[in-house]
């Protein structure tokens, strides 16, 4: 059997950067108004929507360790831990929508920008870091969660979740 090609690790970098650039211009060229106007399709309003697309890189730095962790372990420990986590699924939806609404009024349209920075820092220097064996590690995944979510994903595949969620959402926005 011959040997996968390697991970395009520039690809998924550019794509981090894409992300991270356009919410600049996102932030930079929206007014009062457009922030605080409803979104299409979410309950949430552009600044909070805003702030859970960010949330979305947030939460693949803890992802990156739950692949690395459960990887390791049986893989009926991983599919019996998504399994507990897609059961979960209405309460999710519940933290998602109310947590993004909270956090929105810290990391608010002055300072998401910042954090956004940081985080995406973050997942480049790790990126970087991962060996090729690394990036092939897989875990079962709670597919209820978010549609990009598949059964089975590798740490590959977690580093490009985020993008895919930033340009779902950034179709629901009403800016002017």
Known sequence: MS???????????????????????LLGS????????????????NEQLLFHMV????VVRRLLVLVRVFSRLPDRVGRGFAWVLDAAT??????????????ATV????????????????????????????LRRSMAFPVRWDPFFTETMTLEQV?????????????????G
């Open 3 to 25: 040997e996968p090609p390697p991970v395009d690790r520039a690809a998924i970098a550019a794509d981090l950067e894409r992300a991270r650039t356009a919410l600049h211009e």
């Open 55 to 58: 949330f979305g890189y947030m």
């Open 107 to 134: 990391f608010d349209r002055h300072r998401m920008g910042r954090q956004c920075d940081r985080v995406i820092a973050k997942l480049q220097r790790s990126l970087a870091k991962e060996s090729e064996t690394s």
């Open 159 to 175: 580093y490009r979740y985020p993008g895919k969620h930033f340009d779902f959402h950034r179709a629901q926005l009403t800016l």
């Open 90 to 103: 209405p309460v999710f939806h519940q933290i998602n929508y109310f947590g993004s609404c909270a956090a």
């Open 30 to 45: 929206a007014t009062a108004a457009d922030f605080e106007r409803r979104s299409n399709g979410t309950r949430w309003t």
